[in-house]
């Protein structure tokens, strides 16, 4: 606001006030910001529709594309090449997914080979044990495994050829089933028997009711943790 005196021939004959005020000018800046608020938003909302247009009509064909390639993938059309794909930044993850099922598709087939291989080698497995225990069931001898510890695998043999009955000792330690001094005459060439791998022969008896029985026994390690004696009854020999 502006004030001064109106002078003539010096003498005041007057006043004038002047006064401006800027509300005015201050509405129109603040309605010309609410408009390049609205178009800006209004702008970018044009663009993010467009954009996501473009986007969906040139990106969706090709992802369908790729999408169903991976489920020919999946259910074994291990072939598929997505060669429809040409989409510049889809082909290089196609190639690569390409790849990844030739990799999947060698790998299950080397499985399927290892798997067969392995069933042919049970099978083998299981014909070599079936003729072992028929071998071994038609020998009349009785038969005893010992693991490199001195205890009773397994026995082999009829009731009338053991003085303990055979389930009786699976185990045990041959200390635990045997006289002593006949446990330490085992117990000797068990221990010669693993450190040499050669065949030990020695004989021994057992007090069985009223008589002794005289025995013949075989060792032989077959392994570094089992020994198998081969056991004869030879007292009508004696």
Request: overall charge negative; aromatic content about 8%; hydrophobic content about 40%.
């Amino acid at each position: 606001v502006r004030e001064a005196k109106i002078l003539h021939i010096g003498n005041e004959i007057g006043r004038a006030r002047f006064s401006l005020s800027l509300d005015t000018f201050t509405n129109d800046l603040i309605w010309l910001r609410n408009i390049a608020i609205v178009v800006l938003a209004v702008s970018l909302l044009v663009i993010i529709l467009a954009t996501g247009l473009i986007l969906r009509v040139l990106i969706r064909k090709p992802l369908t594309i790729f999408s169903q390639g991976m489920e020919k993938v999946a259910q074994g059309d291990h072939s598929y090449r997505f060669d429809e794909v040409r989409h510049r930044e889809l082909v290089g993850i196609a190639q690569g997914f390409s790849t990844m099922a030739d990799e999947v598709w060698e790998r299950q087939q080397s499985l399927q080979k290892e798997v067969a291989e392995r069933k042919r080698a049970e099978d083998r497995m299981r014909e070599s044990e079936a003729r072992t225990h028929a071998i071994l069931d038609s020998i009349p001898d009785m038969l005893f495994q010992f693991d490199n510890s001195g205890r009773f695998v397994e026995l082999r043999g009829t009731a009338e050829d053991f003085t303990i009955p055979p389930e009786e000792c699976i185990g045990k330690t041959i200390e635990q089933v045997m006289p002593e001094d006949i446990a330490r005459e085992f117990r000797k060439q068990l221990t010669k028997t693993f450190e040499t791998r050669g065949v030990r022969v020695f004989e021994y008896s057992l007090p069985f009711k009223d008589a002794f029985l005289y025995y013949e026994c075989r060792l032989v390690a077959v392994s570094d943790y089992l020994a198998l004696g081969m056991v004869r009854n030879i007292t009508e020999r004696v």
